[in-house]
C-alpha cells in the first residue's frame, strides 16, 4: 500500500524558514504531478504550490517569492522550502499526488496525513 509520508513541520517566528518533505512509501515507481496544500482552522484547503513530472511549478500568489517547491524523482520524495513565514501561514500542509504508478499500475488522488505549521508573531 502507497503511503505519503510528511515530515518537517514545526514551531517558528514570523521570518523564519522551514523545509517540508514528502516521500512515497511503497512500492512506488513513479510519480506524476505532486504538491502541497493548506488548511487553516475554519478555512478551506487551499493550493499552496505544485509540480509537474516535467517540473512545472505552480504557486499560490501568497506564496510565490517565498516558497520553492522541488522534487527528487529517484526518491520519490517532493520539497517545500518555506522562507519569509508569516502568521498567515499557519495551517496544516497535506502532500497530494494527483496520480501514481507502482506494481499494481496507476491509481489516482494520493494524500499524506499533514504536518502542522505554526508561525508566531
Known amino acids: 500500500q502507497v503511503q505519503l509520508v510528511e515530515s518537517g513541520g514545526g514551531l517558528v517566528q514570523a521570518g523564519g524558514s522551514l523545509r517540508l518533505c514528502c516521500a512515497a512509501s511503497g512500492s512506488t515507481l513513479s510519480i506524476n504531478g505532486i504538491g502541497w496544500y493548506r488548511q487553516a482552522p475554519g478555512k478551506q484547503r487551499e493550493l499552496v504550490a505544485r509540480?509537474?513530472?516535467?517540473?512545472?511549478?505552480i504557486y499560490a500568489d501568497s506564496v510565490k517569492g517565498r516558497f520553492t517547491i522541488s522534487r527528487d524523482n529517484a526518491k520519490n520524495t517532493v520539497y517545500l522550502q518555506m522562507n519569509s513565514l508569516k502568521p498567515e501561514d499557519t495551517a496544516v500542509y497535506y502532500c497530494?499526488?494527483?496520480?501514481?504508478?507502482?506494481?499494481?499500475?496507476?491509481?489516482?488522488?494520493?494524500w499524506g496525513q499533514g504536518t502542522q505549521v505554526t508561525v508566531s508573531s
Open positions: 497530494n499526488a494527483d496520480s501514481l504508478l507502482t506494481s499494481e499500475g496507476w491509481g489516482n488522488d494520493y
Open positions: 509540480i509537474s513530472s516535467t517540473g512545472s511549478k
